[in-house]
């Protein structure tokens, strides 16, 4: 009986895995993609989301669209509407931003979340889907750690957006004071 205390005791639960139940219309099809990225040195995901029927040779204009801290990839089709706008001609694209506000880490040299974003992501994008490329047809818009993602991004790479929006944008992060919280994560006091 004891034996098997401990082995209940040593093993560790993982959390189960996040639903997904992408909000979707009829007019729209919905793909994972998982590519390698050679900014971050590891396979990472994004969602794409463009018109379900679309006539041969036409490109579409881009919208990349940052989720929020504590979410993921998949929130901005679970959590909204948003995919009705493929069926107006645009290519929905939801990367993966883990909890890194969209920039490059200035301690951890392996975390290059800029550039995973402006070069491996949009290159990957533009090769894999019917994208139409330049400036002119990409927009970049975020909510909360994602609408702080956007605005940087579309500040210091004003040659890639056209547009840029951010909802909720945590502009105030870089002069928050941290500290840290009872389950050793950082936090705002």
């Known amino acids: 009986m004891s034996a098997l205390v401990a082995m209940a005791l040593g093993c560790k639960s993982q959390p189960p895995p996040a639903l ?14 998982t590519f390698y990225s050679r900014a971050l040195s590891r396979s990472m995901q994004y969602r794409a989301v463009l018109p379900a029927q679309q006539p041969a040779g036409q490109k579409l204009r881009v919208m990349y669209l940052l989720h929020g801290g504590g979410g993921g990839f998949r929130d901005w089709t679970n ?11 645009f ?5 993966e931003g883990e909890s890194s506000y969209y920039m490059n880490s200035a301690t ?3 975390d ?11 290159t990957d994008v533009e090769q894999r889907f ?9 927009a970049i818009i975020g909510i909360s750690m994602g609408g702080f993602g956007a605005v940087v991004l579309g500040l210091k790479h004003p040659e890639l957006f056209a547009f ?4 909720s944008s945590a502009l105030d992060v870089p002069s ?11 936090a705002a006091p």
């Open 130 to 138: 019917p994208a139409l490329a330049g400036r002119q047809n990409r």
């Open 91 to 95: 290519l929905l694209i939801m990367p």
């Open 112 to 122: 290059r979340f800029e550039d995973y974003i402006i070069h491996d992501l949009i």
């Open 176 to 186: 928050r004071p941290f500290s840290i919280k009872a389950n050793g994560t950082m």
């Open 20 to 33: 997904d139940h992408p909000r979707l219309t009829a007019g729209v099809r919905l793909q994972d993609v």
């Open 164 to 167: 840029v929006g951010g909802l």
């Open 79 to 89: 959590y909204s509407d948003v995919a009705r706008y493929a069926e107006r001609g």
């Open 108 to 110: 951890r040299s392996q």
